[in-house]
């Protein structure tokens, strides 16, 4: 609001409006002051961002995010030692607490992947590193980068589907995945398309361990009391009601409702609300459209069968005919529905760090924190990990020199 008064002043220059009028552009109401805004040409207005500061979480430089779900935001991140691409899982414990055995699911799979990482499977998600910030109460899960679930792509595709060889592809993985987890007596429990990520190369990783089982190495059985799944993907066994179950051929009815969607767009039962839902679960009929190849009818058969006693094992479909014969490849696939593979949100932070000493003055750009200071802040950072979460979370002992030339040229940064 200006001082001068309108006289002095080109009326076309002015918009003038009533402060408090039921309508802003209605000058008939005198009880409100009037308001007035000069005009300024488009051209005339320049906009300025300041620029971030590059935040480290130990030797991690973070990113923008990369998603955000209802307790947890992923970012991007960056292994400043071994410039590995990675995703950070960012967790606040008010929001975990606020979630039903929400810090019991955390602790549940950073235990897991710790223990599944040491010896990483190609189609597993790979923990690179945990860390705890105790003033804000936060867990950062480094992880391996992934550019999208097969969920987002399935979203992002007009038909909502999959052709048949990529369908092929990523099931196939999935496979692999799945049955080297039920190898080591590990049931997920919560297959789904949105629990399968792609990285770069297109390689499927199965993700998300929070409601996962681990069973007794020595016990023949594979017994699991009740799922946590989505609804869409849980088996008549949970639909019904039943109090003990095969946990593999839980996870098998799981990747079969995934496989159903991949390559028809749909889902074998679907419903208005969860009660309706279960109850066509339960009744166990469906039905597979016609246009699909009959050997992969007969997987699909085998994965949705009704009684887990007769249903395929994770082993079985990795022999199923479908499966092993090869797929020819057509033109239409569907693409990653971002750039995020080629174009990395850390450049802008890189190019911050290693400006020249003479653009350190810009405006906006703070002066670097000596390099002694990043060590200490770092080591804080693992000693609170190491206090903190304890033994379970076996963190690894990264103190290693950070004198590097990668450190020595950080300007302008600071701790998350």
């Known amino acids: ?41 488009s051209a005339d207005i320049v906009y300025e961002t300041t620029p971030q500061i590059p935040k480290f979480v130990g030797k991690y430089l973070l990113g923008d995010a990369l998603g955000e779900g209802s307790y947890a935001r992923v970012k991007e991140a960056l292994d400043t030692e071994t410039v590995r691409r990675a995703a950070v899982k960012i967790m606040k414990k008010k929001k975990l607490k606020k979630i039903p055995s929400g810090e019991e699911n955390m602790k549940r799979e950073i235990s897991l992947l710790q223990k599944l990482s040491k010896n990483p499977h190609p189609n597993i998600i790979e923990l690179y590193d945990v860390h705890y910030k105790v003033e804000k109460e936060k867990t950062y899960l480094f992880m ?12 992002d595709s007009e038909e ?89 051929k839980l996870d098998v009815w799981s990747a ?83 750039n995020i593979a080629e174009e990395s949100t850390l450049i802008q932070y890189l190019d911050q760090l290693h400006l020249e000493e003479g653009d350190i003055s810009l405006p906006g750009h703070p002066t670097a924190p000596p390099t002694s200071s990043l060590q200490t802040s770092s080591d804080d950072i693992l000693s609170s990990d190491q206090r903190l979460v304890g033994d379970m979370l076996e963190v690894s002992d990264s103190r ?5 030339s990668f450190v020595n040229s950080m300007k302008g940064c600071k701790q998350q």
């Open 256 to 338: 079969g409702v995934s496989l159903y969607n991949f390559v028809t767009g749909n889902y074998p039962f679907n419903a208005d609300n969860v009660f309706k839902l279960y109850r066509k679960i339960g009744e166990g009929k469906y039905i597979i459209p016609d246009y699909l190849p009959e050997s992969l009818k007969n997987l699909l058969e085998g994965m949705l069968q009704y009684e887990f006693e007769n249903r395929l094992s994770s082993h079985d479909c990795l022999n199923h005919p479908w499966i092993t014969r090869k797929q020819n490849r057509s033109y239409d696939e569907v693409q990653i529905p971002n």
């Open 400 to 404: 290693s020199s950070r004198s590097g």
């Open 1 to 41: 609001m200006t001082t001068t008064t309108p006289s002095e002043l080109n009326e076309e220059d002015l918009v003038h409006f009533n402060l408090g009028a039921s309508d802003p552009w209605d000058d008939e109401n005198d009880d409100y002051p009037e308001v007035i805004f000069h005009k300024v040409p």
């Open 144 to 155: 391996t980068f992934c550019c999208c679930s097969l969920q987002d792509m399935l979203d």
């Open 160 to 248: 909502k589907k999959f052709p048949l060889w990529q369908a092929h592809k990523y099931i196939y993985q999935t496979f692999q995945g799945l049955h080297y987890l039920h190898s080591r007596h590990i049931i997920h429990k919560d297959i789904k398309p949105a629990n399968l990520l792609l990285d770069p190369s297109h390689t499927v990783k199965i993700c998300d361990f929070g409601v996962a089982e681990e069973l007794d190495p020595f016990s023949q059985a594979d017994t699991i009391k009740g799922s946590q799944g989505a609804p869409m993907f849980i088996a008549p066994e949970i639909a019904v009601g039943k109090d003990v179950f095969s946990g593999q």
